[in-house]
């Protein structure tokens, strides 16, 4: 088994490994890895999957994502898959729910009514990933607890991923990565790196979809499907200090003390 640098097919795929701790030092390679889908990984992509040290993948996505993108895996080793649904963070979900009911007739005023109604209900980044906390501390607990345990039976690696890899995955990295002591600037940095990541054809792509749904490409929907600004984040971050820090959100959400301490050994390495 190798660590993983690259699985081709996806664009925004990468180890949280080498990021600067607050106390000295870094992060471990090889424990955490951070993915867009595997919907779209091509055969190479598949055989850097199966000689890597990634032995679990969690996937943040919905039924309707999964069931519209499955995860391609290899069928050379067994890989364990663990499902922990984040409706709140399911940007392309929030869009095609909110314009099930404009394909319906043929009123062109009854479906501009409808479109400006979904226009009007879509939230910022900063407050999609607050609704995503206010919901979500059980998934991101139990995502945590399986990077801190998975230390029998290599591989051993973690691999989390939703969509895109920016905001439930995004968020997500940023709980555990600011729970072990990374420092916040790095972990910022990383959230932003998403954008370019994304920009081009997988944002092309995406827009594609909405537009399929009679959505106008506003700035607005834009920045919800592909775009990563500091200010998201910081935003997320307001919100989980004023509830006692990252350490403390994800013990609201079961994550024990032990397995804190063991969340630390294996990223940090102490």
Aim: hydrophobic share 40%.
């Amino acid at each position: 088994m190798t660590t993983a640098t690259s699985l081709e097919g996806t664009f925004n795929f990468r180890d949280t490994s080498g990021m600067p701790l607050a106390g000295g030092g870094t992060t471990t390679s090889g424990i955490f890895y951070r993915s867009d889908a595997l919907s779209s990984l091509t055969p190479k992509g598949l055989e850097e999957l199966a000689a890597s040290d990634i032995g679990t993948i969690v996937d943040f996505r919905t039924p309707a994502e999964r069931q519209m993108a499955p995860d391609r895996l290899p069928v050379s080793r067994t890989v364990h898959v663990v499902e922990l649904p984040l409706l709140e963070g399911a940007v392309t979900g929030l869009v095609q729910q909110g314009l099930q009911s404009t394909a319906q007739g043929g009123d062109p005023e009854a479906r501009a009514k409808a479109v400006d109604a979904v226009l009007a209900q879509i939230p910022s980044l900063g407050e999609l990933y607050v609704g995503m906390l206010e919901h979500g501390a059980t998934s991101f607990a139990e995502l945590a607890r399986l990077v801190a345990n998975a230390t029998e039976n290599p591989p051993t690696a973690v691999l989390v991923h939703c969509t895109a890899g920016k905001d439930r995955t995004g968020v997500s990295s940023a709980l555990i990565l600011d729970a072990v002591g990374v420092e916040r600037a790095a972990i910022v940095a990383d959230y932003a790196s998403s954008g370019a990541n994304l920009s081009g054809e997988w944002a092309e792509r995406m827009y594609g979809m909405v537009a399929q749904y009679g959505l106008p490409l506003t700035d607005q929907i834009k920045d919800l499907v592909a775009a990563t600004p500091a200010s998201a984040i910081e935003r997320a971050f307001e919100w989980v200090d004023a509830q006692g820090g990252s350490a403390a959100y994800l013990q609201s959400g079961g994550l024990t003390g032990a397995e804190l301490v063991a969340l630390k050994g294996r990223l940090v390495g102490t």
